[in-house]
């Protein structure tokens, strides 16, 4: 599984879009790209995966570039309730293994 | 409806005890997870269970046997407890292994502390 580098640290004002990049160069055809969130001392939960085309659920948009190099998930109105750490994850589909990073911890400010 | 729920929440324990930890999904997935947080927050995935049958181990010490009585249920069983065990561990399901519909969902988490 490819290798994913977020930023440690990402600040947000409530009501405005957050962000968040997520470098993966080393990723291959058949990896998809994840983002999983953990909110303080709950269990992560999934946001939103994608393999080649962009992507947008109730939650998120994934974009990811044409060459599959990186990719950035976008929360549109971020809210107080977003705060939380964000993990990238580039996933290959045969053995469900998540690695986890030290992901991007976002932090919303009123 | 709580998709996938752990019990206890909360385990304090001493050193050298054997502790169980359970597991249960109601989503109907076939695929179970075991995850380890450490206290520099950092996630590791420990097994997975498909189908009842184990598919991933992470070189996890054997005082650490998971057993999946059926597919919606996996419990965490722990011999001989140290002090490094102290950790938060997450249960989760998916669907699938993998897979282009693969999304893991996880449970609230069992605080584990070793006295």
């Known amino acids: 599984d490819a290798k994913t580098t977020q930023p440690p640290s990402m600040d947000c004002a409530e009501g405005r879009a957050a962000n968040l990049p997520c470098n993966h160069s080393?990723?291959?055809?058949?990896?998809?790209v994840y983002w999983y969130r953990q909110i303080h001392s709950q269990g992560p939960q999934y946001i939103i995966h994608?393999?080649?085309n962009n992507e947008t659920n109730e939650m998120a948009s994934l974009i990811i570039t044409e060459d599959r190099k990186s990719s950035t998930l976008i929360l549109p109105h971020a809210t107080l309730r977003d705060t939380a750490v964000y993990y990238c994850?580039?996933?290959?589909?045969?053995?469900?293994?998540?690695?986890f990073g030290q992901g991007t911890t976002l932090q919303v400010k009123p | 409806d709580t998709a996938v729920s752990q019990t206890p929440k909360y385990l304090v324990t001493q050193m050298g005890n054997d502790k169980s930890i359970k597991c249960e999904q109601n989503?109907?997935?076939?695929?179970m997870y075991w995850y380890k947080q450490d206290s520099k927050k950092f996630l590791k995935i420990m097994f997975s269970y498909n189908n009842k049958e184990l598919i991933i181990n992470e070189t996890v010490p054997n005082r650490f046997s998971p057993k999946s009585p059926d597919k919606a249920h996996l419990n965490l069983h722990i011999n001989s407890l140290e002090l490094g065990d102290s950790a938060v561990y997450f249960c989760?399901?998916?669907?699938?292994?993998?897979?282009?519909?693969?999304?893991?969902?996880f449970g609230p988490g069992t605080r584990l502390t070793v006295t």
């Open positions: 080393t990723i291959s055809g058949n990896e998809y």
């Open positions: 994850i580039a996933l290959t589909s045969n053995t469900g293994k998540l690695i």
């Open positions: 989503l109907g997935h076939d695929t």
């Open positions: 989760a399901s998916s669907q699938e292994v993998g897979g282009p519909t693969y999304e893991q969902y």
């Open positions: 994608g393999l080649k």
